[in-house]
């Protein structure tokens, strides 16, 4: 079932809470791919319920970025939700979400702000912003569809650790679990992002998955230094690859690691053709 309406959500979740039945929710922002279905797919298996959210979110995005461009799919992503066993697609316009007029800056829309510390480093470092709305948007679909579980992939580990930080520190009462990263055969990490790449664009891309799996053999090997095991990536780089960061931090503070340990997960951002990738690994998994 798709809806559009914040009223219409709370009225059929309202009739499966009566009925003792558990909710699941899937945030997403459409686009969706077989990254996607493997988190419908989980809420699926452990809730009574599966409610996914479309939404394109105007306030986690930066200047210059890709907000008009990125791409918007609601029929074939109301295809893969119902073949993935999901019961409603939540997908609500931006004036339904923040009101009349939603004029999106924290001057006039209450935001929810995760600490700095959180959001200064990886992701956050160069999209000043981007985690205010997402934590925003997130407290908003949490309150429009009181789930039980929400169900976030880890290929966004960063957004991940500060989700799980702010239902801590807010005390809301929802699980949320994590699922895996999936990849394509080749190891390219699934991103709606990577409609934007070529065939070659996507050989090059391979570069993040290869850099990931390299450092995580060497620490199996035994190199724990943080510094020796970065080194190892530059073998893999070259003019083509526009490395933004790659960090190996700890996976539930994001506190900067010198010495690896099993608890440590290596991130990476590098631009393809102005094409902005992300990717991490754990390496005591």
Known sequence: MLVHTIK???E???????????????????????????????????????????????IQFCPGEDLDKYPRTLDADCELAQSAGVDLVFAPSPKEMYGEGHILSNDFLTYVIPPYFYTDKLCGKSRVGHFDGVCTVVNKLFNIVQPDFAFFGE?????????????????????????????????????????????????????????????????????????????????????????????????????????????SRVFIALKIKNVRLIDNIMLGS
């Open 8 to 10: 219409e959500v709370r």
């Open 12 to 58: 059929i979740v309202k009739e499966w809470k009566k009925q003792g039945l558990s909710v699941g929710l899937v945030p997403t922002m459409g686009a969706l791919h077989a990254g996607h279905k493997s988190l419908m797919a989980k809420s699926v298996e452990k809730c009574d319920r599966t409610v996914i959210s479309v939404f394109v979110n105007p």
């Open 155 to 263: 290929k966004d580990a960063q957004q991940l650790i500060i989700i799980k930080k702010m239902v801590k520190d807010l005390n809301i009462p929802i699980e949320i679990i994590g699922c895996p990263i999936v990849r394509e055969e080749s190891g390219l990490a699934l991103s709606s992002r990577n409609k934007y790449l070529s065939e070659e664009d996507k050989k090059e891309a391979l570069v993040l998955s290869k850099i990931l799996f390299n450092i995580k053999n060497c620490y199996k090997k035994g190199i724990t230094d943080v510094k020796a095991l970065k080194e190892t990536a530059f073998t893999f780089l070259n003019e083509n690859h526009n490395l933004e960061y790659l960090d190996i931090r700890d996976n539930d503070t994001l506190d900067e690691k010198t010495v690896a340990d099993n608890n």
